[in-house]
């Protein structure tokens, strides 16, 4: 079992940032990748991007391409999420997720999941 918890998520203006967290404990060692995805209400959810937790290597979903960036910090088996340039369509519930294969995109091949940080963009 691996758990994991998410936080930093919050109220932020438009062209604002923020940096989300995802600490992960239990079964870690089981861990080759830590994905970020995002729901808004009425919508799928959709994949934000992606991190080898080794070698760090990164995979981007096309709407946040060059905005956001995701690293981890190894010996805290934490990873972050940081958000720039925020904009309205970018509110909504954000979870993190691990799994053993790097470079899913799928949030059903996923099957750890935290339970969400709610980030508001407003105008």
């Known amino acids: 079992q691996v758990q994991l918890v998410e936080s930093g998520g919050g109220l932020v203006q438009a062209g604002g940032s923020l940096r989300l967290s995802c600490a992960a404990s239990?079964?870690?060692?089981?861990?080759?990748?830590m994905a970020w995805f995002r729901q808004a209400p009425g919508k799928e959810r959709e994949f934000v991007g992606v991190i080898h937790w080794n070698g760090g290597t990164t995979i981007y979903g096309d709407s946040v391409k060059g905005r956001f960036t995701i690293s981890r910090e190894y010996a805290k088996n934490t990873a972050y999420l940081r958000m720039n340039s925020l904009m309205p369509e970018d509110s909504a519930v954000y979870y993190c997720a691990t799994h053993s294969v790097f470079g899913l995109r799928r949030p059903d091949d996923y099957r750890y999941w935290g339970q969400g940080t709610q980030v508001t963009v407003s105008s």
């Open positions: 239990g079964r870690t060692f089981s861990t080759d990748a």
